[in-house]
């Protein structure tokens, strides 16, 4: 298929030069990008008055976890998951999951993300709701051992099996990433198994680090080190991690993550609300860290929206620092794009000619986003998710003019709300 999107403002390559311009889509990658391509192609979009902008990388969430959305409100990390989260996904069984996911698979085509990385369970009903809604996903299954030899055998069969699930599945949009949970909740012996099968299998890896004061305080008590330090002297960190969080972090530390290209996903929404902290955002950049960006599962931002969450990373570290220069829009547009296509080596997150056509167009015909002065200003400070109004992903339409063409919207809404009603 061919898709010629004409007449927008483009944001273009990795400098984010806004040009007013034409982009040909031919297959799965973008072809042309110039002013009045006449080119005939099988659908041809009008974007006057709209911007051509790469799609948003969510670099880490718990998609199914839509169905625990304003489930436990206003509590600390480690209360809401052992009191709250962990109770009720004991309940959750693989078709809750696969309609959880579709339900926020739904939502993040429609705010503008092209590709996900995910960590939770019954992974195989994401992947197969990925497939049908036509996003990119990056899936991980959950582990948590406890130290639990036992546990640990199982964890790591369900790893295997998503991994076989995957492979079978062999989508070019679908790919397998081992997500052990957290050194909090993982052991030595674990770790250590997942850094070998990825050396071995190539896949990539994703983690929480470093979320809370607390849990940093246990890996220090437990193992007389702070976590990334732990972490690295399992020989774990390489530049295929793509871990959570980063919060508390000590300038050592950092350090390590610099000289072992680890990429750090912030989630300034789940930071604030679990009321975790603070990430040390400029010490990162200045030691040379990749910063991707994500949500974090709904059950604590409490939406999938990756351009409320450009704000949110932009305002947190201005009034934090008291430092109104700090996380400007184009830092953090980088963060939402093309950071995230690094961390996933994925060829796209910039709009150029051979890149992934995984593109969106945000309509600024609304009072809201005008004058039309500074585009990235506008997306990061005043845009939200709903105005966007299509998008492409892999050069396939998944979403035009506000609907979503491959998946059954107001179905999927019915069933999460009859699971939910059930499971309460
Ligand atoms: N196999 C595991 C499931 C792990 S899935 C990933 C887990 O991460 C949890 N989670 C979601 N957000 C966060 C966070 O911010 N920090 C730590 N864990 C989280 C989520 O609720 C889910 O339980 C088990 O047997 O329990
Ligand atoms: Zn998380």
């Known amino acids: 298929m061919s898709i010629l999107i004409k007449n927008g403002y483009v944001i273009y390559g990795e400098n984010l030069d806004v040009i007013r311009a034409d982009v040909y889509i031919e297959g799965n990658r973008i072809s042309k990008v110039g002013k009045n391509l006449n080119i005939g192609a099988d659908y041809v979009i009008d974007a ?56 926020g698979i739904i939502e993040m085509i429609k705010s503008g993300t092209t590709a996900f990385v995910d960590m939770y369970f019954h992974m195989e009903g994401v992947a197969k709701a990925s497939e049908e809604a036509g996003i990119r996903a990056y899936l991980s299954y959950g582990m948590v051992d406890l130290g639990d ?13 998503l991994l076989e699930f995957i492979e079978k599945l062999d989508s070019s949009r679908i790919e397998f990433f081992f997500g052990p949970h957290a050194p909090y909740t993982c052991s030595p012996e674990l770790l250590k198994w997942v850094r070998e099968k990825a050396d071995e299998s190539k896949k990539r890896i994703t983690i929480h680090i470093n979320e809370t004061k607390d849990e940093v305080k246990q890996i220090k008590e437990k193992y007389g080190k702070t976590p990334v330090e732990f972490l690295d002297e399992l020989g774990f960190l390489k530049s295929d991690v793509t871990a959570a ?34 990430m040390p955002l400029e010490k990162l ?15 604590s931002n409490n939406n999938l929206d990756m351009i409320e969450e450009m704000k949110l990373v932009s305002l947190l570290h201005k ?15 980088k963060m939402a794009t093309q950071n995230g296509a690094k961390a996933l080596n994925l060829d796209a997150g910039a709009i150029k000619e051979g890149a ?7 309509d600024f015909n609304k009072p809201h986003l005008r004058p039309i002065t500074n585009i990235i200003s506008h997306i990061v400070y005043s845009a939200n998710g709903n ?19 491959t998946i059954d919207e107001e179905k999927a809404l019915d069933k999460v709300q009859k699971i939910v009603d059930e499971l309460r």
């Open 387 to 405: 105005d966007v109004e299509t998008t492409i992903i892999d050069g396939e339409i998944v979403m035009l003019d506000g609907e979503v063409l």
């Open 319 to 333: 009034v934090h620092n008291l430092n109104p220069t700090l996380a400007d829009a184009r830092t953090v547009f």
């Open 285 to 299: 950049l200045r030691a040379g860290v990749n910063i991707a960006l994500g949500t974090d599962g709904a059950a």
């Open 356 to 362: 992934l056509a995984d593109i969106v167009v945000i």
């Open 149 to 161: 030899e036992e546990k640990r055998n199982a964890e790591i069969k369900e790893t295997l099996k």
């Open 48 to 103: 006057r008055g709209k911007v051509i902008s790469p799609g948003f990388i969510n670099a880490h969430t718990h998609s199914p976890m839509v169905l625990l959305r304003g489930l436990a409100d206003d509590l600390p990390l480690m209360e809401w998951l052992q009191s709250y989260v962990w109770p009720m996904e004991r309940k959750l069984k693989p078709e809750h999951i696969y309609w959880g996911a579709l339900l």
């Open 245 to 278: 969080h980063g919060v508390w972090l000590t300038d050592r530390e950092i350090e390590i993550l610099a000289k072992k290209g680890v990429t750090i996903v912030h989630n300034p929404a789940s930071n604030m609300k679990l009321g975790s902290g603070v």
